[in-house]
């Protein structure tokens, strides 16, 4: 505290006039390397004692040189774990923040924007726990935000990737400001940052399309705006997609990226059926979704990255599925024709060992036989997809109820199709009294156990010691049980 004590006495400024420059930053540097290693009860003390306020000032006198504002910024982003316990000494600080990045010297412009870079951040702290401190920082017209905005616009890489973290930080506290951001010009931004910047780290690109992301799911309305307003979206969205070795799963940029071009299919005011036969023609996106879906998981030591290429793989199936799920027949056409693509999926569903990509692989296979009154059902069972469904039905007590939907959705879909061949299958498989417990277990889901009974009464039960009742329209054929002859 000894070195606390020396920048504050009751509350004010120590007597600094006689300090020089050098003595000022020597005094600022040991402050903030103290409160690095200060408990919770001495920087608490530190801010009931006026510390805060001290350092706000330190940031709004002209006569401090820019080193000495940028050790007492520093300052104020590590004390700002605390800000959501001591709001109104921080939204001294958040002013004094938003002034410096509203001065503008000339005199060393690199220098002042290292500075703003530092404001930047420590606002993107405060943003993040508090709402009073949100409301400081933007202002009642969003001039705040308008600030940050602007600074991307300098177009320097560093800079800008803080004020799309900052931004970020904004939008995963309160969705409300997309209308901010978008008022403040935030796509102009954004297409500036893609088209000027030469060269565009992987960390930058990351907030950037995070930004995209969130902005998209707020409403329909800030959508089509950003979307008319980036032009090209999604062949600069496709172009940023890494797939070679190490990169496919350490790449900040693909995660996002496949976020927003599945969120972008659901929004029916959007040429959907454009936008899908765009990605179905885009090799690098082909290439990448089956370098995603056929990559083996890593093991050993490598867990997290295990963990990594799993997330890819569900969210490339949930994407998938959105494509399946747009009007154009021609474009499904062309993805279920894709062998290689429609093997690797029922391989995923038969042997993933994550719940979430076979989950999404069922969901998958089942849009693919589905859609289109079942028509390209008959080019996807040869490749028996039938077993990951009963493999699924055997673990039904720890399935979710839309996943037992989608299941007992294609036991019902092969009955209707194949009759008495597609009920054996399902006897063969031991699963009949798995199907018939799913009524006791989800008893409280009336619409699971609706299509439960439905599938039992329909088909599953007019097997009796006589045959198969024979259902219009439907033939029986000579294949063994748990395979289709097609």
Partial sequence: MAILERVIVRGQTSDQAGLSQKEKLRQMKDLRFSLNHQTDEACFEFIKSGGIDVLSRILLDPTVNMQVQEEAVWSITNLSFYSSQFEGEFQVA?????????????????AILNLKQQCIQALGNLAIDSAVLRG????????????????????????????????????????????????????????????????KPQELMSELTWTINYLLDFDEVSVLHVFSQIPHLLKRLTSELEFEGDRLQQSPTNRPIIRILGNLLTIPSLPQDDLVSELVSDDRF??????????????????????????????????????????????????????????????????????????????????MCENYQSKYLPRIMPRNPQEAFFTMLNHYETCDPYTLQVVVSFCTLIC?????EAVQSIIASNTVEMIENIKYKYSENAQLVAM??????????????????????????????????I
Wanted: charged share 20%; net charge negative.
């Fill in 94 to 110: 958040a002013q004094a923040l938003l002034q410096l990045l509203r001065v503008g010297r000339i005199d060393n412009l690199a």
């Fill in 136 to 199: 400081t920082i933007l202002g009642l017209d969003g001039s705040g935000m308008k600030l940050i905005v602007d600074l991307i616009m300098f177009n320097r890489a560093p800079l800008s990737e803080q004020c799309f973290w900052t931004i970020n930080n904004f939008l995963l506290s309160d969705r409300q400001c997309s209308q901010l951001l978008i008022q403040a010009d935030i796509c102009k931004a954004i297409v500036s940052t893609w088209d000027r910047i030469k060269t």
């Fill in 286 to 367: 082909q290439t990448f979704m089956l370098t995603v879906l056929l990559n083996k998981p890593s093991t050993g030591l490598i867990e997290n990255l295990s963990q990594q290429g799993n997330l890819y793989k569900k969210e490339c199936l949930w994407l998938l599925s959105n494509i399946l799920g747009t009007t154009s027949e021609q474009n499904f056409e062309i993805m279920v024709e894709n062998k290689v693509l429609v093997d690797c999926v029922c391989s995923l569903a038969n042997s993933s060992t994550d719940y979430g990509v076979r989950k999404e692989a069922l969901v998958t296979i089942y849009n």
């Fill in 416 to 420: 209707e199709k194949y009759g008495e």
């Fill in 452 to 485: 439960v009974n439905s599938l039992l009464d329909t088909y599953i039960y007019k097997q009796g010691n006589e045959g198969f009742e024979e259902i219009e329209g439907n033939k029986q054929s000579q294949g063994q049980p748990g395979s289709f002859s």
